[in-house]
């Protein structure tokens, strides 16, 4: 239980790759490079906001200096401080309008690509990366993103524009009170640099407490019959507790430091212009200044010191996107193993002829699972693949598929190395149905059509009728149109199985792969579907992974494989009567029904 525990908590880390820090800030120049006219007109909106900001309270140091006794400037200087408010007003309404357009659709590309990138990515792949990190990313991050682009952002960039503006004018207002002020800059800085450095490793190691948390939670629901059946609620429960009281101790510590900076702030700034207030007033009262200018000044920095109390906020939002930024980023950089071919072979009409040559393969380097193979099997061919668990079977099949790409040695489909194929072309000619037979959300005919997009009603329906499904699919309440719910839950595993088929034989492949397909039929199901199996695999190249020797006796050729290689090759009978291997294994079969 410590372990499992352990090796949770043990997959944060505190820093990230210098790498993905260079990649993050490449991602976002490439999401806003297609918006650099409308980030102009962002900064212009922004600077004018900040620029009629700060005319209020020089215009109330007009007003007391210059407009008290003087009923005409007073009224001049109420216009322009209304013409200024509305200006404000204006300028702000538009630059929340502009960037909410601009940042909706920084995120609509953010989440495409990731999106898209996820699904072009391997198989290797995600079977190592979790499908819950993958949901942290598309969710979680995104969301963080989101909080920035949403007014987090544009009250930053204001918030800095507002302390460098008013510093400025400070220095130009009363050099002596300025300087008064400035005293407590070097104090300031030390301060933010240290909130900064701080805040940035506290937000990260939320960012990847929470995706522990988010990870924890799917695999648990998603596993929830193994979890129940098991009686794993326990164990989870605990892993849980340990990943969430991670993710609480790393978000207490980013408030705490919230917690610290934000009053620290505030004090240096209520002690500045207690100072400024005596120091000014002494200065007035000698004649060194005037009523207007101390107004103005501390007014002034009010707008000063209120925006370096809102920078921790935002600052707080910033490193947060800035971390998850950072982890799309990461997940964006991966490569596809299996990459597409820069410049693709055609391949118009694929009669189905494999070859192996001399394909080795490793999912580690240091443990290989195929040792140099040679193989020839011929278009029309049905080959069956038995042996024991581990043996190669799969293995190969996925070769076959490309979801891996052979670490040596060429396999090629009508003399085209598969490497060279375009994806479109490669996935219409080559189909594989697993045990896994997943379903997705929808009705039973959009299931089957999932092969074949474009297929009309009846060309569904003929396909389910060739494998002997369209008898239960018409028994269902709604026929056809009946919704599988999730994962396909409405039907039986071998119900399941059946539409399956019949989506891969709607695909019409000229290479038909099948691993463990019937492995969820019953007997009676299972012989409905050799027929059909007969009759459809006739006409194409078929790859039939089966421990059920019923379905290999449909073979023309069985390959019996032995820690990746093939020990014998043959048709069913003939092997049976040579005695070996796979005669052993048909005697084993045969005693097991009687």
């Not at 909106?45 to 007003?63: A, D, E, I, R």
């Not at 005919?445 to 389910?464: C, K, L, Y």
């Amino acid at each position: 239980m410590a372990l499992d525990v352990q090796r949770w908590r043990g997959t944060a880390t505190d820093e990230p790759d210098p790498t993905q820090r260079i990649a993050s800030r490449r991602l976002l120049g490439s999401l806003l490079r297609p918006h650099r006219a409308a980030i102009a007109g962002l900064v212009v909106l922004l600077l004018t906001q900040n620029l009629t900001g700060m005319t209020g309270p020089y215009l109330v140091k007009l007003g007391i200096d210059r407009g008290i006794g003087h009923p005409p400037t007073l009224v001049l200087v109420t216009v322009l401080f209304a013409v200024a408010t509305l200006a404000e007003f204006g300028t702000r309404r538009a630059f929340l309008a502009m960037s909410g357009r601009v940042g909706n659709a920084v995120l609509f590309d953010l989440r495409t690509r990731v999106y898209n990138h996820l699904q072009r990515l391997s198989i290797g792949f995600h079977e190592r990366f979790t499908s819950g990190r993958v949901i942290a990313r598309l969710t979680s991050d995104v969301d963080n993103i989101a909080e920035l682009t949403d007014g987090a952002l544009d009250d930053l960039v204001l918030a800095a524009l507002s302390v460098l503006s008013v510093a400025g004018i400070l220095l130009w207002l009363d050099l002596p009170l300025a300087l008064v002020t400035l005293a407590s800059f070097p104090l300031l800085l030390w301060l933010s640099r240290w909130f900064q450095r701080a805040s940035a490793r506290a937000y990260r190691r939320t960012r990847e407490t929470i995706a522990l948390v988010i990870i924890h939670f799917v695999e648990s629901l998603g596993g929830i019959r193994a979890v129940q059946a098991f009686r794993r609620e326990r164990r989870n429960d605990e892993i849980f507790a340990a990943v969430n009281g991670d993710y609480r101790r790393a978000s207490l510590h980013a408030q705490r430091l919230v917690a610290t900076y934000s009053p620290a702030i505030k004090m240096i700034g209520n002690v500045s212009i207690a100072v400024v207030l005596t120091y000014g007033g002494w200065r007035v009262l000698h004649g060194e200044t005037e009523v207007g200018v101390l107004a103005a000044f501390l007014l002034y920095l009010r707008r000063f010191y209120e925006p370096m109390q809102e920078l921790s906020q935002f600052y707080n939002t910033l490193q947060s996107a800035t971390a998850a930024l950072e982890k799309l980023a990461a997940v964006l950089a991966e490569p596809p193993a299996v990459a597409e071919p820069p410049v693709p072979t055609p391949l118009t009409a694929a009669r189905g002829e494999l070859t192996f040559d001399a394909v080795e393969f490793a999912y580690k380097a240091d443990r290989p699972v195929l040792p140099p193979l040679d193989l020839y099997i011929p278009a029309g061919q049905t080959v069956a693949l038995v042996g024991a668990t581990g043996a190669g079977k799969s293995t190969l099949a996925k070769l076959v598929a490309r979801f891996y790409d052979p670490t040596a040695g060429t396999l090629a489909l009508d003399g085209v190395d598969l490497r060279c194929l375009a994806e479109d072309d490669l996935r219409r000619a080559i189909v594989m149905v697993t045990q896994e037979n997943y379903l997705f959300s929808g009705t039973v005919a959009d299931n089957i059509a999932f092969g074949r997009p474009a297929a009309t009603r009846a060309e569904v329906q003929a396909a389910a009728a060739a494998i002997g499904a369209d008898t239960f699919i018409r028994a269902l309440p709604d026929g056809y149109d009946t919704d599988v719910r999730k994962r396909g839950g409405r039907l039986s595993a071998g119900q399941r199985q059946l539409v399956a088929f019949a989506r891969a034989f709607l695909a019409d492949p000229a290479v038909l792969i099948l691993d463990e397909a019937t492995s969820s039929l019953d007997i009676p199901s299972e012989r409905l579907v050799q027929q059909a199996l007969r009759t459809i695999l006739a006409t194409r190249t078929a790859l039939v992974i089966a421990h059920r020797l019923s379905t290999v006796e449909i073979a023309d050729r069985v390959l019996v494989m032995s820690g990746g290689r093939i020990v014998e090759d043959g048709p069913p009978a003939a092997l049976i009567d040579r005695g070996g291997r796979y005669a052993d294994l048909h005697a084993q079969w045969r005693d097991s029904l009687l």
